[in-house]
């Protein structure tokens, strides 16, 4: 195979508007043609000149654009986060493993700005007739993220829920403590999750004892996003983030020993969560 095909398709794109999702989180839209499918779950190595590449999940998609949507952590988000319309950033992509739809009755669970990749999961459930039940997390009702957006939605397939560690809005308390009850509460046949790494590590420690199918998608350091570099490999099976995720399944997650334990750092040094 040649490297050019690995490497992914790669242009520059011209933003066209940004959205402020919360006090610090950003959703930025770009054109694009839609030059091949994108399937909820995949990501993108977005470039921002003069700073670094980075990889992200795409948070929208039409006929004519894309979206990503970033929380500013280190250097290179915050650079995103300060741009504006009519600014250019490089694209390439897609890359990554999706999430399986074929599920009937779900329970999808986003913490922060892991909202992301379950923004186009959500509507695309949707839109097959899938019971879908959300529930948004974070630490306070000012965090949520998308909050007002699913607000909006009125449908008999759908349900919103909310859960904040302050109390501010919705259930008082961690997102896995709200999960619990409603996995109590309900049957679901898939439960989807993005967010922090410690919260989705709980939330398959639950999916175990209900016996409820998970699919999660995770994040690690990318250097190259298509297999290359090998810096976003699972201990100890050797399983791509990039090329064999982001998305895994709960079987694949039982196999990972550093999965909620810890992860690497920009030079490979273990970290602890």
Request: glycine share 10%.
């Amino acid at each position: 195979m040649k490297i050019e095909s690995l490497l992914g398709d790669s242009h520059s794109v011209q933003i066209s508007e940004v959205i402020r999702e919360t006090p610090l989180v950003r959703t930025l839209r770009f054109s694009y043609e839609n030059r091949m499918s994108i399937l909820p779950g995949q990501f993108f190595m977005i470039w921002i000149p003069g700073i670094d590449e980075i990889p992200m999940s795409i948070s929208a998609q039409d006929e004519s654009s894309l979206s990503i949507t970033v929380l500013p952590l280190g250097e290179a988000t915050q650079k995103l986060c300060s741009l504006t319309a009519g600014d250019w950033i490089g694209i390439r992509g897609p890359f990554g493993s999706s999430f399986d739809m074929t599920s009937k009755k779900v329970l999808v669970i986003g913490g922060g700005v892991g909202m992301a990749p379950l923004r186009p999961l959500v509507y695309t459930l949707l839109k097959q007739n899938t019971e879908v039940t959300l529930l948004i997390a974070a630490k306070t009702k000012d965090e949520l993220v998308f909050f007002n957006e699913y607000s909006g939605i009125s449908s008999s397939k759908f349900s919103l829920e909310l859960s904040t560690d302050d109390g501010s809005l919705g259930y008082k308390g961690l997102a896995t403590e709200a999960a619990k009850v409603l996995l109590q509460e309900n049957e679901y046949d898939m439960l989807y999750t993005c967010g922090p790494e410690l919260m989705m590590a709980g939330l398959y420690r639950l999916s175990q004892e209900f016996k409820t199918p998970v699919q999660a998608s995770l994040e690690r350091f990318m250097k190259c996003g298509c297999g290359i570099c090998g810096t976003c490999a699972m201990d100890p099976t050797g399983h791509l983030v990039c090329v064999d995720g982001p998305v895994f399944r709960g079987e694949q997650l039982a196999n990972f020993n550093d999965f909620g334990r810890y992860y690497r750092d920009a030079v490979g040094i273990k970290k602890k969560y």
